[in-house]
């Protein structure tokens, strides 16, 4: 079986600037405004803002002039297509079912992949992508992160992809967790990723929620307040994955004495376990095997139980 971690590719796939006079270019770029918005920035990073700029322009102004008597109204479409349409149809398109669905039957009958190209534009998550996404980066740490890049830079799948890296993150041995994350955040296009490796996101997008509902009801601010306090938005210390990540995002936004409690959190925790360990090695013998008992344990230990395990007596 080929363990080896595919690369995706969603980048758009044109290896020349668009021309003024290819009528198929024009519907291109309306294509990119109507369904794969992302494509706009590459191509602007790529070919510069000014072909970019001159390529938007002058069809509106020919069309204005001749665009009525020819039946042509390709300036129209396009002034108000690229002058409003990047804000405002980003901002609409964000549910957008449709291709959520479509994308979903896709990767049905064309595969997984395919199925992401065509659901560039919905933020519903895709219900294979986490389970896709969590062996690449158990696999190969750095590909994996390369596709979680090409995921945040061309769809709008954020929800798998924050789901996979702290899915993968709970795994990973408390030893490699500072080495790992200072991976992801010097190689993410992101760094809300690793804000939401310690924040959670659905408490996120529950405090959000509640402003977009509540917000412009100024009567209710008081219990917007409170319902919005349910739901606790800082960066978490309750677990060495958490941890790790808060102190790197706390570092990114400027706080070195947060990070620095964050990063406390693992090195006491290994060291309060260390002691531990030692203070088991001593008398009365067999308390390591004691902890490694219970450690294996979810549902705890009779007594009958414990002494069959380790091989203890209770005599002496």
């Not at 933020?123 to 986490?130: A, E, R, V």
């Not at 959000?208 to 009801?217: C, N």
């Not at 360990?277 to 004691?290: L, R, Y």
Request: charged share 20%.
């Amino acid at each position: 079986m080929d363990r080896t971690v595919p690369k995706l590719d969603l980048a758009p796939k044109l290896n020349r600037p668009l021309s003024l006079w290819n009528p198929l270019d024009y519907l291109l770029l309306l294509y990119w405004v109507l369904f794969f918005p992302q494509a706009l920035s590459w191509y602007e990073n790529k070919y510069g803002r000014k072909s970019f700029r001159k390529l938007t322009t002058w069809p509106e102004r020919r069309g204005v002039v001749v665009g009525v008597a020819r039946g042509m109204a390709v300036g129209v479409v396009f002034g108000v297509a690229v002058g409003v349409g990047f804000g405002v149809a980003w901002n609409l398109s964000i549910l957008r079912p449709e291709n959520w669905l479509f994308g979903v039957l896709s990767s049905c009958f064309l595969g997984k992949e395919r199925g992401i190209l065509l659901s560039r534009i919905t933020i519903l998550p895709l219900p294979y992508l986490t389970s896709l996404l969590k062996p690449w980066l158990t696999r190969d740490w750095e590909t994996g992160i390369y596709n979680l890049n090409q995921l945040l830079s061309y769809t709008l799948q954020f929800i798998p992809v924050v789901e996979a890296t702290n899915q993968v993150l709970a795994e990973i041995p408390s030893e490699q967790l500072i080495y790992r994350v200072s991976q992801l955040t010097e190689n993410t296009d992101d760094l809300d990723l690793v804000k939401f490796c310690s924040v959670s996101l659905s408490n996120q997008m529950k405090s959000l929620a509640i402003d977009s509902f509540l917000g412009i009801l100024f009567f209710l601010r008081r219990w917007q307040e409170n319902l919005k306090a349910r739901f606790h938005t800082e960066p978490r210390l309750d677990t060495h994955p958490h941890a790790v990540a808060a102190g790197f995002w706390y570092l990114y936004d400027g706080k070195p004495e947060a990070a620095k409690e964050a990063f406390a959190v693992v090195r006491l925790g290994r060291y309060y376990f260390e002691g531990i360990w030692k203070q088991a090695a001593e008398n009365p013998p067999g308390q390591q095997e004691i902890i490694k008992a219970f450690a294996l344990s979810q549902d705890g230990l009779i007594e009958a139980q414990l002494l069959q395990i380790t091989s203890l007596s209770l005599q002496g």
